[in-house]
């Protein structure tokens, strides 16, 4: 067999490399290599996705300096919450920091090793006693309840953008800063910007006391998580929910074979970057799903088109954030595989999915396809590496274009297109003779209170008193 060992021996391209994959490759081939391994890095990879996804398109079609202003602001801190906060968070300073303090001494060294493992991984550790493997998982579901913080960053920003672009430059309709009333003047309602101000605060508030709380829980539970069986299975819960979900359903009759296969995928535990703590994708759907819906909330505070932008399209975004061009690419795989093209790349696994080679599988592949055809291995890596950053770039710059400039404009102009419809209807109401925009009015009225500002839970929540406004 064909070891990575043996394709460094036998190329001297290799020599000296530590990881045959890190060779010193040359113009095309250093591009296309430096291409896939920021692919496979979640956290870099997601953030180029995200900047040149939602940042650059916005920008190019923001509308004014404080829509451009407040999307800056909340894009860039966005990505850094993302796809930066988990690994530095959960790895320089929870796992290598705080909680080596709960462990013994004598133990300390050894536990911590085993932190970025899988459960399975450490379960199945016949070297390892119970206390050790006991208190690794407790250890890392401490340090993912103290990352608990994140998530709720996210769902807070969206409120701290809109207290920004309070006290930056005094707005807090969102028509005057979408630039929606050019025409007929910017008034500022000074109601509502208290409501925003006192809203934004309070929010705030919540999120610096959920955060410390999951810190002093995460704490706890690495302290005392190894003591009893009841704070391991809650470990575990914390780690795999998804898992935990499926055999619960299991115990109470519900069995799907798909549904276990969708929940059992969804964790929150940290990926393992080669010995560290990295970004999963777990977290990174949490995280995502929380921020819709606090986009949406922060959103009710600013006016019902500020909700109708957030909703048309903020879900696409947290879709794309999530999956990234993983759906293209395996489409524009099936493509290929069916034009036979590239097939030393685009092949399917033992299971008959389609599957593209990691950047450390290429080396062996190469030495592997070099031995059958008695052609060097040096050069069959440059082929391959080649033609998997070929495989990844298309369908990732399609959705990059798609994604980004497609959205954004889209969302631009049905905002603009709900605000004239709306002037519109209130210019057809002044002009019904059946006391129609008194009526309207009266609603508006209604949906102020609370600053629910014509959401449409509220109005269902309130019918008999929208029906009085009337009459």
């Known amino acids: 067999m064909i070891t990575l060992n043996t394709i460094k021996e036998n190329n001297s391209n290799f020599k000296g490399a530590k990881n045959p994959a890190d060779a010193a490759f040359k113009g095309v081939t250093a591009v296309a290599d430096l291409f896939i391994k920021s692919q496979e890095n979640l956290s870099s990879t997601r953030f180029i996705q995200d900047t040149a996804t939602n940042w650059a398109p916005k920008a190019i079609f923001s509308r004014s300096k404080e829509d451009f202003a407040e999307m800056s602001f909340l ?85 701290a953008k809109n207290l920004f672009t309070l006290k930056t430059f005094k707005k807090s309709n969102f028509n005057n800063i979408a630039n929606l009333n050019k025409e007929n003047g910017e008034k500022e309602d000074l109601a509502q910007q208290r409501r925003v101000e006192e809203s934004s605060k309070k929010q705030l508030k919540k999120a610096a006391i959920l955060s410390l709380a999951g810190v002093g829980a995460g704490c706890a539970l690495a302290a005392f998580g190894h003591k009893s069986n009841a704070l391991q299975n809650v470990s575990k819960a914390i780690l795999e929910p998804g898992q935990a979900i499926s055999k619960g359903l299991s115990k109470i009759g519900i ?6 296969n969708i929940l059992n995928g969804f964790s929150l535990d940290f990926a393992n ?25 922060a959103a009710e ?19 794309y954030t999530i999956f990234g061009s993983e759906l293209f690419e395996k489409g524009f795989a099936k493509i290929l595989e069916k034009k036979n093209l590239f097939p030393d790349v685009v092949r399917k696994n033992a299971k008959g999915k389609l ?27 440059s082929r391959l590496t080649k033609e998997k950053a070929f495989v990844s770039a298309v369908p990732y710059a399609f959705s990059l274009l798609f994604m980004g400039l497609s959205l954004s404009a889209i969302t631009r102009l049905w905002t603009q297109y709900r605000y004239n419809k709306q002037k519109k209807e209130d210019a057809a109401g002044a002009k019904n003779p059946f ?37």
């Open 75 to 159: 894009e860039f801190l966005e990505s850094a919450i993302f796809y930066f906060a988990s690994p530095i968070l959960g790895e320089k300073l929870f796992r290598n920091k705080v909680f080596t303090k709960f462990q013994p001494k004598n133990l300390a060294k050894t536990i911590n090793a085993q932190i970025p493992k899988s459960i399975e991984e450490i379960s199945k550790n016949g070297t390892l006693s119970n206390e050790i493997k006991n208190r690794a998982v407790a250890t890392k579901a401490g340090i993912v309840l103290a990352c608990a913080a994140i998530p709720v960053a996210e769902y807070t920003l969206s409120f």
């Open 255 to 260: 069995n799907s074979s798909k549904a276990d």
């Open 273 to 297: 970057d080669n010995g560290k703590l990295a970004l999963s994708k777990g977290q990174l759907a949490l995280t995502a799903i929380l921020g819709l819906f606090g986009y949406s909330k």
């Open 301 to 319: 505070d600013r006016g019902k088109l500020d909700v109708y932008e957030v909703w048309t399209r903020v879900p696409l975004v947290v879709f």
């Open 355 to 381: 599957e593209l080679p990691t950047r450390t599988e290429l080396p062996a592949l190469a030495g592997q396809i070099a031995k059958s055809k008695n052609t060097d291995a040096a050069a069959e890596l």
């Open 435 to 471: 006391g129609v925009q008194a009526g309207a009015q009266n609603l508006a009225n209604i949906q102020n209170k609370g600053a629910q500002n014509a959401s449409v839970p509220y109005l269902t929540r309130n019918l008999p008193e929208v029906f009085a406004a009337f009459q």
